[in-house]
C-alpha cells in the first residue's frame, strides 16, 4: 500500500485548509485510515482516523468541531477538512493506514498503523 498526502500549505489564523490522501495498492484489506501531525521538538500525534467498512470518525479533543475527516471510498481518498485554524496547528500531517482491526480506542495510536504517507507541510500564520 502506497499512501500520497498532498494539499498542505501556508494560510492565516482562522483560515482553512484541506488534505488529501490518496492509497493505492492492496486497498482492500485496510481497515482504518488517519492522520496524525508533528509539529517542530514535538511527538507525532493523532488527529483524526476513520473506519473504512462505517465511517465512523475519531478525533482528538483539540480539533474536535474544527477539523473533519471524511472519505470518497470509490477514490480511496481519505480527506482532513481544516477550519478555524490556529498557529499551534502548524505541523507536517501524515496520513497513515491500518491492515489490522483493531479496537477503536487504539485508532490513536501510532503502532496501529502499517502504512504511512510521506508528510504536506501546513503553516499557520499568526
Known amino acids: 500500500v502506497q499512501l500520497q498526502a498532498s494539499g498542505g500549505g501556508m494560510v492565516q489564523a482562522g483560515g482553512s485548509l484541506r488534505l488529501s490522501c490518496a492509497a493505492s495498492?492492496?486497498?482492500?484489506?485496510?481497515?482504518?485510515m488517519g492522520w496524525f501531525r508533528q509539529a517542530p521538538g514535538k511527538e507525532r500525534e493523532f488527529v483524526a482516523a476513520?473506519?473504512?467498512?462505517?465511517?465512523?470518525?475519531y478525533y482528538t479533543d483539540s480539533v474536535k468541531g474544527r477539523f473533519t475527516i471524511s472519505r470518497d471510498s470509490a477514490k480511496n481518498t481519505v480527506f482532513l477538512q481544516m477550519s478555524s485554524l490556529k498557529p499551534e496547528d502548524t505541523a507536517v500531517y501524515y496520513c497513515?493506514?491500518?491492515?489490522?482491526?483493531?479496537?477503536?480506542?487504539?485508532?490513536?495510536?501510532?503502532?496501529?498503523?502499517?502504512?504511512w504517507g510521506q508528510g504536506t507541510l501546513v503553516t499557520v500564520s499568526s
Open positions: 497513515a493506514a491500518s491492515s489490522t482491526n483493531n479496537a477503536d480506542y487504539y485508532y490513536s495510536a501510532r503502532w496501529n498503523y502499517d502504512y
Open positions: 495498492g492492496r486497498t482492500f484489506g485496510l481497515y482504518v
Open positions: 476513520i473506519r473504512r467498512k462505517d465511517g465512523n470518525t
